[in-house]
């Protein structure tokens, strides 16, 4: 089960829909949820080629931790009267980047659930995705700001690919499927044979998840032209879904970080969660 949720505070726009997201999963098992301030505060290193003198960096940590001792007050007063325990924490960022200090919190959480990339936000919001996506070994939720926040998603779309990826998503996702009424195992523009999806594409991943109770069914669709995160998306929305299980592709190149076409997709333009793991 999912009993231990971080939740990284990325800006002040974007933050409420994880924050909710987290506490109604949280809600029937009393879950803990952990929300992460991140100081970022540049490292003492004081020489002539930085230009900057010691005294100036410590009244920049100081003033950074002002405003982070402000920021975490206010959410410890938002989350007063939450129905879960909810921990407001504080970390500084020294030598790492923000997104790459709450890659390190989220090895000791069950998930950690960020927002959306939405047209407004910059790319902090794509950093702490991808980071969190590729190196805390933890799946990650991003949750859309219109979406419902549900304690128990009724109705999953599984997006199946016949890879490490999906499989780990799968596993990982699997609290919240063995509770769900229906979930279909989508499989979009299908290939047969062995080393694709099987002679019945979706067949053997279904079948594995009925024998943990979970009430499946395969189901094959053509992408039509569209690309396969918007085949995805146009199916979980017409079907009702609650929430989209989807494995996450990427790889880095030293501080480059490359996204997968329907990762970054389901990324962009998902109006509803979607689980991710790598």
């Known amino acids: 089960m999912f009993n231990d949720f971080l939740v990284p505070y990325v800006n002040a726009r974007s933050a409420e829909a994880p924050l909710k997201a987290a506490i109604a999963l949280a809600e029937p098992r009393r879950a803990h949820v952990a929300v992460l301030v991140v100081v970022d505060v540049p490292a003492p290193v004081p020489n002539d080629w930085t230009g900057m003198s010691y005294s100036t960096y410590l009244r920049l940590h100081e003033e950074a931790h002002q405003r982070a001792d402000a920021l975490a007050a206010s959410l410890r007063e938002r989350v ?49 995705f991808q980071d969190l996506l590729l190196d805390s070994g933890r799946p990650v939720l991003v949750v859309p700001p219109s979406a419902r926040a549900e304690t128990v998603p009724k109705r999953i ?11 780990r998503a799968v596993h990982d996702a699997m609290p919240v499927l063995e509770r769900a009424e229906q979930v279909d195992v989508l499989v979009v523009d299908p290939k047969v044979g062995e080393t694709a999806h099987g002679e019945e594409p979706g067949a053997d991943i279904a079948a594995h998840l009925a024998r943990h109770g979970v009430r499946v069914q395969a189901v094959a669709r053509p992408s039509q032209g569209a690309s396969v995160g918007a085949a995805i998306l146009d199916y979980a929305e017409r079907s009702g879904a609650d929430m989209i299980v989807a494995g996450g592709y990427g790889h880095s190149r030293l501080r480059e970080r490359m996204l997968g076409g329907a990762t970054r997709d389901l990324l962009h333009t998902a109006s509803l969660p979607v689980l991710f793991s790598h």
């Not at 790492?96 to 790319?123: C, F, I, K």
């Not at 779309?157 to 999906?166: L, M, N």
């Open 80 to 128: 007063a009267n939450a129905t879960v325990p909810v921990e407001v924490r504080m970390a500084d960022a020294l030598a790492l980047y923000p997104s790459s200090t709450a890659t390190l919190h989220a090895h000791y959480a069950d998930v950690a659930v960020v927002p959306s990339l939405t047209a407004e936000d910059s790319g902090q919001v794509h950093d702490f």
């Open 157 to 167: 779309v599984i997006a199946w690919r016949p890879t490490r990826e999906s499989a």
